[in-house]
């Protein structure tokens, strides 16, 4: 069962470069469209779908809070890092 949903995210995941690839051949986005979506995506969007992953993780596992709040934490300590 675990092999058919991670099968399943690798679909969505070519979908969606699919969809990348098909509009930068279009030109429906200019070039700062590109960049702005790009930057939603890594600023936005991965953060949010790694915290989902872990409180979805904590419910269905009966994993403990603290555990969460400890990553959030060495989260923050590497982008403090990365921006200097």
């Not at 991670?6 to 930068?24: D, E, H, K, P, V």
Request: proline letters at 1%; charged letters at 15%.
């Amino acid at each position: 069962m675990e092999v058919f949903v991670i099968f399943q995210r690798m679909l969505m995941l070519l979908a969606m470069m699919a969809l990348g690839y098909i509009s930068y051949k279009r030109n429906w986005l200019d070039e700062g469209g590109h960049k702005k979506l790009s930057e939603m995506v890594v600023n936005i969007f991965n953060p949010a779908l790694v915290i989902n992953g872990a409180i979805t993780a904590t419910v269905a596992g009966g994993s403990n809070l603290s555990l969460i709040k400890e990553n959030l934490i060495f989260v923050l300590i590497y982008y403090g890092i990365c921006i200097r």
